[in-house]
T-cell receptor
């Protein structure tokens, strides 16, 4: 079964600086997707960025980039120019294909990293 | 398109009572998921619908839990005879599978407290 590991329970960064949130994964499936979600205190999971296992280039979305190192099975999130509004929980997740009819491709999440941006 | 909406946002119930949550997915999305998130953890998969068919259930979904998605539109999650261990955030997500990815859009969740 797939597994996501986020080893940083909490991270602190100064406003306007860059920060890297770590994520390692374990899977035997050659085809998979990796996601990062942001969860502010309101509870909603906000999609940030996606990386497919066969993508040749690292994904980027505005201030977010994903440092994908397939051989190391890592998918770290880099947030550039941190803003106060970036303070939230960040979850790394990957799709897990099921053998059931229809193939749910449900997400398996890590435990998350709490990011605090200091002014 | 107003995104995925969940109702209620918060629910406090006494142990032993039944509760029902509703999820309205993004209208064109045929896939709908329920997840449960306890304090300090990431969301955990509960169940999955493709249109109106419930195709997968987690072992976390005990027989006190039931989910439906009539007509492939909104979905309900019912918990019977609630226990304190059911206290959690219940998240609904929907997606439309494309050739490239299966990005899931989440609602704001229903926070259940069983007292």
């Amino acid at each position: 079964a797939q597994k996501i590991t986020q080893t940083q329970p909490g991270m602190f960064v100064q406003e306007k600086e860059a920060v890297t949130l770590d994520c390692t994964y374990d899977t035997s499936d050659p085809s998979y997707g990796l996601f990062w979600y942001k969860q502010p205190s309101s509870g909603e999971m906000i999609f940030l960025i996606y990386q497919g296992s066969y993508d040749q280039q690292n994904a980027t979305e505005g201030r977010y980039s994903l440092n994908f190192q397939k051989a190391r099975k890592s998918a770290n999130l880099v947030i550039s120019a941190s803003q106060l509004g970036d303070s939230a929980m960040y979850f790394c997740a990957m799709t897990e294909r099921s053998n059931s009819q229809g193939g749910s491709e449900k997400l398996v999440f890590g435990k998350g990293t709490k990011l605090t941006v200091n002014p | 398109d107003t995104g995925v909406s969940q109702d209620p946002r918060h629910k406090i119930t006494k142990r032993g009572q039944n509760v029902t949550f509703r999820c309205d997915p993004i209208s064109e999305h045929n896939r709908l998921y329920w997840y449960r998130q306890t304090l300090g953890q990431g969301p955990e998969f509960l169940t999955y619908f493709q249109n109106e068919a419930q195709l997968e259930k987690s072992r976390l979904l005990s027989d006190r839990f039931s989910a439906e998605r009539p007509k492939g539109s909104f979905s309900t999650l019912e918990i019977q005879r609630t226990e304190q261990g059911d206290s959690a955030m219940y998240l609904c997500a929907s997606s439309l599978r494309t050739a490239l990815n299966t990005e899931a859009f989440f609602g704001q969740g229903t926070r259940l407290t069983v007292v």
